[in-house]
DNA sequence: TTACGTCTGTACGATGCCGCACTTAGACGC
DNA sequence: GCGTCTAAGTGCGGCATCGTACAGACGTAA
């Protein structure tokens, strides 16, 4: 377990320095993180932060007549939680483990005395949020102007990017409410991506085939989300000085 | 002129404690605002923040075709320009002046330096942050699931919340733009408020007759921001303690 | 007053998505 | 092997919004 696990596996913790890297460790708890699991409720107080290193969780809206909408992902590359060191302790969003995996949480007062040293975390932290912010903000672009079939490439790319391989279990019912659209849209779009020979899936399984032809195909808003993560949190320790 | 500009008609600026707003007060530049100016385009370095006073300014994302959206509004109740203190220092959007005014701004270093003395500014700072969060999350989901009309409900509330008076200098082609959908979309959602009797409106003036029915006609979005809002940043200075 | 530009109203077919209903096809347990 | 359940495919009418085009109304400046 301990050589399969391991806190580097996710981007954040392992930009860190050992310093801080070390005074966090022992805080470290590794938890596993099954499909549909609630993380935290609209309006729910948090009692922990997460470091994602092999699920993917999705940050949804649910609105008053129960339809939803994913407004941002969080894998490997970053942290569920930022609303314990932004000061506000609860969104009005929930999380819910979108690709069964595991993580590590860290006690939010741990996190905020770390974050209140205002050192190295801090910077790390608050810029991995403002990478945050630029995905919200694409989404909100994306559901405007975008069609079901971009969106579908989007959010296949976008958890791939957080997954090793290119396998992903997820039914097109449960993508339907992560994009707020029908289950029928998406069965239309993932049929024509299947024909097109990108992807191929059967009862909850995806794979996918033709990555670059992916990339061809999507919207904008998946590149300039990956450009700004890119830019934001250059990997390993260049972040953290 | 200054019996009329106060910096303190900024709400941020106005729930600073004494120690920190007189370290803030000989940085501060009275500037005006006309309608349309572009504060800063998308990816640019800014040099400024900015603190509204009686302007509004919008933040856009334009897709690649040209179309565009727009995922938050900022007035005296915020700050323009959170990614110099996030650390990213550019965002993929642009700040357009909605609502001509005045407002304040302050030199990205300075406010850079106030923000790592890690004391009430930053926290100030970062649940503001937090609330904009908010803001353009919910407006992701409203661009999935409501109606222009709802939508205009939204933006004329949004405004009128940032002005003083009850009356709007924007045509609808502008808020068109702003919300990213057709101009006639929004002369027919106009058209049904101001049947009903909500509004009033010609040739580039808004007046906003019975807020209290549009209250009731809006969706949940407003609402749900206006609340995060007035939780993170209860007026006056309860927040820096 | 006239001319021009801007703002707003209206019409119409096209399109993409919705809501609903029903079918087909794998997977699983007994 | 059989029933059952869940995932995925299909069909159809309805609706909101789109794209385009044009007409009237108002404001401003010559």
Redesign the pocket.
């Known amino acids: 377990m301990s050589d399969l696990h391991h806190p580097r596996q996710n981007h954040l913790l392992d930009a860190l320095l050992s310093a801080e890297y070390d005074r966090l460790f022992p805080e470290l708890e590794l938890v596993h993180m099954p499909l549909g699991k609630v993380l935290y409720e609209s309006g729910e107080h948090l009692k922990h932060v997460y470091f994602p290193t092999t699920c993917i969780i999705s940050l949804l809206y649910v609105t008053e007549n129960g339809s939803s909408a994913e407004i941002a992902v969080v894998g490997n590359e970053g942290i569920l939680g930022v609303s314990i060191f932004m000061g506000g302790d609860t969104t009005p969003s929930r999380a819910v483990v979108q690709s069964d995996g595991y993580g590590y949480r860290v006690k939010a007062h741990i996190i905020k005395n770390e974050f209140n040293l205002a050192g190295p975390v801090l910077r790390l932290l608050l810029r991995y949020t403002q990478a945050l912010i630029t995905q919200m903000s694409q989404t909100a672009v994306c559901n405007r102007h975008h069609?079901?079939?971009q969106q579908l490439c989007r959010w296949l790319l976008l958890s791939q990017d957080r997954l090793s391989g290119n396998e992903l279990i997820m039914?097109?019912?449960l993508i339907a409410n992560m994009l707020?659209?029908?289950r029928?849209?998406v069965?239309?779009a993932?049929?024509k991506l299947?024909h097109a020979g990108l992807i191929d899936?059967?009862?909850?399984?995806i794979k996918i085939l033709d990555r670059p032809k992916l990339e061809r195909r999507v919207c904008e808003c998946y590149h300039v989300v990956k450009v700004e993560y890119d830019r934001l949190l250059p990997s390993l320790h260049a972040i953290a000085r």
Chains 1, 2 share one sequence.
């Not at 899936?201 to 399984?205: A, Q």
């Open positions: 069609s079901v079939e039914t097109q019912e707020g659209v029908r029928e849209g069965t239309e993932a049929g299947h899936y059967s009862r909850g399984h």
